[in-house]
């Protein structure tokens, strides 16, 4: 079954940290993947923008189904192997409500997280502008400080929308990939507990990104925030 799928990803990007995620906790090991690196551009090339003509990283094929963004694939990984492996959509009408919320909103954490680290990771510091720079970190601080106060609300030892869901696929790389560039742990306490708490499911061990592991300190672009 695991041998019909096919993903191209890159180490560290959450959006393919998360459709890995997704595969472990399906138990689809054995699927065929490929790493590709973003540093040589090797997202632009033919292989990929003959399955994905966005050159974006994850592409991913079930069979002859292409599912290029990685919200939608997880989604249907659960639709498409619901009786196998960990069941990542909730049955109560409350709970599906809650996951599909956080999903949604762990997209636009992405984004707000992408906006500050890639800007200063990739504009030379001499080429910034101090105003985007400045609006950019405040949006960022806003969407932290809501996080803060959505884990406050969840009872200890606990995920996003009860029991582990693919909300929680969703938002957990985000938070590694906060952290990894520098997150204060003082300043967000509840974002931290929540990376404690889920940093050693097997499905996230498995799949943690391979070049994270002989330097997990990373970066300190988030230090400040």
Partial sequence: ????????????????????????????????????????????????????????????????????????????????FRSQGNKLIPDTAAEQAMMYQRMMEGLTLT???????????????????????????EALKTELRLWEGYLEKVAAGSYLAGAFSLADVIVFPNIAYALRFGLSVERYPKLAKYYRLLKDRPSIKTSWPPHWLPSPQGYDTLKNL
């Avoid at 069979?63 to 659960?78: D, M």
């Avoid at 990739?122 to 080429?127: A, I, K, Q």
Wanted: glycine share 6%; net charge neutral.
């Fill in 1 to 80: 079954m695991a041998k019909s799928i096919s993903l191209l990803w890159g180490a560290g990007s959450p959006p393919c940290w998360r459709v890995m995620i997704t595969l472990e906790e399906k138990k689809l090991q054995g699927y065929k993947r490929k790493l590709l690196s973003f540093e040589k551009g090797e997202h632009k090339s033919q292989e990929v923008l003959e399955i994905n003509p966005r050159g974006q990283l994850p592409t991913f094929k079930h069979g002859e189904n292409i599912v290029n963004e990685s919200t939608a694939a997880c989604l249907y990984l659960e639709s498409q």
């Fill in 111 to 137: 984004e707000k997280l992408n906006s500050v680290i890639y800007y200063e990771w990739f504009v030379p510091e001499d080429e910034r502008h101090d105003t985007a720079v400045k609006r950019n970190r």
